[in-house]
């Protein structure tokens, strides 16, 4: 049990129980509120996550997923293409690591979509 919670923060634990308590770890820091952490400060991250997105041109809607540690961003399809839609993600990941501060990683996940409808009458 020592040896399993030594391993809790190496990347390659060496048994099962360590790998046990590492993914109990990682759940646990998940949820809101862990760690000491505000429910109001918690809310202002994620509502900031959100703004940091939404203020770059093309942007149509922005969720943010996993307590923070993930956005997702639609983009208008008709504004956005494939090249810039991988740019974009840099870019809000740039913009993100400059201006705020959170625990670990966020993963920038911009989704283009464009559909084509007709109807058969």
Known sequence: MVAAIA????????????????AADTLSAARPGARREMYESYIKRLEDLEKIAT???????????????EIRVMVEGD?????????????????????????????????RETRAVD???
Not at 7 to 22: A, F, K, M, N
Request: proline content about 3%.
């Open 55 to 69: 203020d770059f041109k093309g942007v149509d809607k922005v969720y943010a997923l996993q307590a923070g540690r």
């Open 7 to 22: 391993q809790h923060h190496d990347d390659r634990p060496e048994s099962i129980y360590g790998l046990l308590v590492q």
């Open 119 to 121: 109807y058969a009458r």
């Open 79 to 111: 504004k956005i293409n494939d090249g810039a839609a991988v740019m974009l993600s840099k870019d809000i990941a740039k913009k993100i690591e400059a201006e705020l501060s959170y625990p670990g990683q966020v993963k920038v996940t911009v989704v």
